[in-house]
């Protein structure tokens, strides 16, 4: 259909008083399976043509866009402003009643992906020699930057926060030279949606933060356990709650473990309590967000973070595969979808079924511990991150004074290394708990020793918290009350 229009003033160049025929332009009609639900186009539109959609559409999960077209004009504002190759196109490009609509080669519209196989399945990681290195004195921050490093992070999204940011900060510097990227977010909320998007796309990726930003992403942490999205969370707890300070505290056990946003949810989490374990938890990290298809979360304190020690590096270095089930441009990942939406109860209700039966396999085989002195011990001394560096001290102490203490050091906080406490239990008399916090470790020890069926011994607690360690003197009357010492 052609379309008259008067010309008159009309456009630069038309005659005064000359009645001229526009050529007719296509409106736009839309491909739902390709339509994301970005509403660009509604913003485009002049005319108000396009409103919100309502239904999900099942192919995709995601909701597209309505056309009301009486008052379309056909300027093709809408199929410019859209980003995808096929949301919106010109109707006349539609296909006929017999016609199917082809799906262009996406490799010849884009030109083809530096991907190295395009086989269906993983392409498996591979393992890089290191030359032979002198041993560095590094703060934790920085050596927990390494450790992503060699596990083939190149892609760190984050905010900076004390006393976290040293960590982003040689991730900035660095990753630029091994075409990496480092993106300083608007906010942790904004870190922790980049970090679904890159581990949905199969990259190893991380994030530096500390306990008040921990808190902003925990409703993306949900998306990426719902969706099964690796990614690897180094958070440096500082004191709380709210702003608090920026001093070290361990209060964000209870989060981590318990508390991983809505829904159900878990991770695996790492407690280093030195630079090296910095370094080599959270390569382990990256190793076992992959395996399991799931966030983990690191987490030291802000003591850890600053304090310098003596790192050694591995002696290989990783190269990063592709996982099969990457959204990755490319043909052989083209058909993938990351999602944590399952609209139908049942399909949700077998979805987590999944999920729990991934956790039990995490619970069993992930449980890691760092036993001193455990073998003969009577008092048993439960501490973990900087405290455990104290706690181990105390023990010496007590050891002096002819008390059996040993330090049974937690390395995974979730899932708690039960089996091997409930197997140095039989010799214990009286458990201690020492923590930097309001008792949130010992209510991870309860819980695990209350699913055991595990009766304990008496339990008693040294705790400090708003920025203050228990220090090793208090530690050590916590491990001598009622205990006989020799003189
Ligand atoms: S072609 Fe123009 S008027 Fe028609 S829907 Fe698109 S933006 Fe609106
Ligand atoms: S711009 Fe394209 S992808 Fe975005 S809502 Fe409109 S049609 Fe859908």
Redesign the pocket.
């Known amino acids: 259909m052609r379309s008259l229009r008067a010309g008159i003033g009309y456009h630069v160049g038309t005659p005064v008083g000359f009645a001229m025929t526009a050529p007719s ?4 009609y839309l491909e739902p399976q390709y339509c994301k639900g970005c509403l660009r ?1 509604i913003e ?7 409103t919100a959609g309502t239904e999900i559409n099942p192919a995709t999960g995601l909701v597209p866009v309505e ?1 009301h ?1 009486e ?9 410019q ?1 859209c980003p995808e190759p096929y949301g ?1 196109r010109p109707e006349s490009e539609r296909p006929g009643p017999d016609g199917d609509f082809v799906l262009e080669d996406p490799a010849k519209l884009f030109g083809e992906k530096c991907v190295p196989n395009q086989s269906e399945g993983d392409i498996p990681e591979s393992l890089i020699a290191l030359p032979p290195c002198a041993p560095m004195v590094l703060k934790g921050t920085y050596a927990s930057a390494i450790g992503a490093l060699l596990a083939g992070c190149r892609h760190v999204f984050g905010y900076p926060i004390t006393p976290s940011t040293e960590g982003a900060e040689l991730m900035a510097k660095i990753l630029p030279k091994l075409n990496g990227s480092f993106v300083q977010a608007v906010s942790e909320v904004a870190a922790v949606n980049m970090m679904y998007g890159a581990g949905g796309a199969g990259l190893p990726c991380m994030t530096f933060t500390s306990s008040p930003g921990f808190s902003l992403m925990l409703e993306g942490i949900s998306y990426m356990i719902g969706a099964e999205v690796p990614g690897v969370f180094v958070n440096i707890m500082r004191g709380g709650p709210g702003l608090g300070n920026i001093a070290p505290e361990q209060a964000d056990i209870k989060l981590a473990c318990r508390g991983l946003g809505h829904g159900n949810t878990r991770a695996i989490v790492l407690a280093p309590s030195t630079p090296q374990e910095m370094l080599d938890l959270t390569r382990d990290a990256f190793a076992l967000s992959f395996r399991y298809r799931n966030p983990v979360v690191v987490l030291g304190d802000g003591y850890l973070g600053q304090m310098t020690g003596t790192v050694r590096l591995p002696a290989t270095m990783v190269r990063p595969g592709l996982p099969a089930w990457a959204v990755w441009g490319d043909r052989a990942h083209r058909h993938n979808l990351i999602s944590s939406i399952a609209l139908s109860e049942p399909d949700l209700e077998v979805h987590n079924q999944h999920l729990n039966r991934k956790y039990a396999v995490m619970a069993t085989c992930e449980q890691r511990v760092d036993c001193h002195r455990c073998a003969d011990a009577e008092v048993l001394v439960v501490a973990c991150n900087t405290p455990a560096r104290m706690a181990k001290g105390a023990v010496e102490s007590a050891r002096a004074q002819g008390v059996k203490a040993g330090l049974f050091r937690p390395i995974t906080l979730w899932p708690f290394p039960i089996q091997a406490l409930v197997d140095v239990l039989p010799g214990v008399r009286r458990l201690v708990i020492v923590e930097a916090g309001p008792g949130q470790l010992e209510d991870e020890l309860r819980l695990a020793l209350s699913h055991a069926g595990v009766m304990p011994p008496p339990i008693s607690s040294v705790r400090r918290c708003g920025g203050i360690l228990p220090p090793e003197d208090e530690i050590l009357a916590g491990i001598l009350a009622h205990e006989e010492v020799l003189a």
């Open positions: 332009r296509p409106k736009p186009c485009a539109c002049p005319k108000g043509c396009i056309l077209l008052n379309c004009t056909g300027c093709s504002l809408c199929m402003a919106l």
